[in-house]
């Protein structure tokens, strides 16, 4: 534990100018003791950490500093490339030049065993991407045009913070100066979006944190799905909720949040697909099957 801690305070310090004993000690969940006595082991093993002790105390590198490619094992440096490798999937101008130097530095060609493509089938899939990444970087704010779960627009203008890739989407985390707290947001419903020129100072996240959501409600669904869809069962549920019947049908029994999202899914298996149970859900797809029907009838 205290190799790894040590380890990840002089990656912290490289991406600082400065940092306080105490930050690091909340960080680690240790006493500042403990903090200075790490310090004091970095000190003794080359790496050049400048200290000021006191109530505001905290740490830098001298400047010119440059981390040693021998504190990084065979499986570390393996580990970075493989993730840079991942990184180039979503296409940052700057990943494949880094990729480069630091497998000449480490003496490794990037074996390409592996690549990640998050990008869909569509045409327009970056969902302004780089432009986030821009901000987050060069903290600049953006403003754009936001269109929540149900469908309601606002204009938000946030501090970027954070890119997130979650349950096969794209988010956005950042501090909404319209609610002034942090907030999440879903990429492909942020439009019109513009990266301003003006600049923002890096606030303490430490006291900040998402808002609590309730629990989503969850209904207990039993789905019997026909042999003709069989690719889409494996595609959208794990074989533990799968059970194939005599017929050869296929009885799908999962738990998911109500939701438009929910219906569309199901509603996705067209007429393939038959709710067993709960009744409501049922009649909530009949419904909209026969609204569908309606709104495609020839005139």
């Not at 990840?8 to 000690?25: M, N, Q, S």
């Not at 960080?27 to 403990?34: A, I, K, L, Q």
């Not at 501090?175 to 990429?187: A, E, G, I, S």
């Amino acid at each position: 534990m205290k190799s790894g801690r040590l380890f990840e305070i002089i990656y912290i310090l490289l991406g600082r100018e400065f940092v306080k004993a105490r930050e690091l000690a909340e960080r680690f969940e240790v006493t500042t003791r403990t903090i200075y006595r790490d310090i004091d082991a970095l000190s003794s093993a080359g790496i050049p950490v400048y200290a000021e002790k006191g109530k505001l105390g905290g740490f830098s590198l001298l400047p010119g500093f440059v981390l040693n490619k021998t504190l990084l094992n065979e499986q570390e440096q393996n580990e970075i490339l493989l993730a840079l490798q991942g990184l180039a999937s979503v296409k940052t101008e700057e990943t494949e030049s880094i990729l480069q130097k630091l497998s000449v530095i480490f003496n490794k060609s990037a074996v390409n065993w592996l690549k990640v493509d998050f990008t869909d089938w569509s045409i327009h899939n970056d969902y302004y991407f780089n432009d986030f990444k821009t901000a987050i970087l060069e903290r600049r704010i953006v403003e754009f045009d936001y269109y929540s779960a149900s469908g309601v627009k606002t204009h938000r203008r946030i501090e970027p913070v954070q890119i997130i890739f979650k349950s096969r989407s794209w988010y956005i985390k950042g501090f909404c100066l319209k609610k002034q707290d942090l907030r999440l947001f879903k990429m492909v419903r942020a439009k019109k979006l513009k990266l301003t020129d003006e600049t923002f100072i890096e606030r303490d996240f430490l006291t900040l944190s998402l808002p609590e959501e309730e629990p989503p409600k969850l209904v207990d669904l039993k789905l019997k799905i026909a042999p003709g869809l069989v690719y889409r069962i494996y595609d959208e549920f794990d074989e533990s909720v799968v059970e194939e019947q005599a017929d050869g049908s296929y009885l799908v029994t999962v738990s998911w949040k109500e939701d438009n999202w929910m219906l569309g899914v199901i509603m996705s298996f067209g007429e393939y697909i038959e709710v067993l149970e709960p009744d409501y859900i049922r009649e909530l797809v009949r419904d909209k099957a026969s609204r569908l029907a309606e709104n495609n009838r020839s005139s």
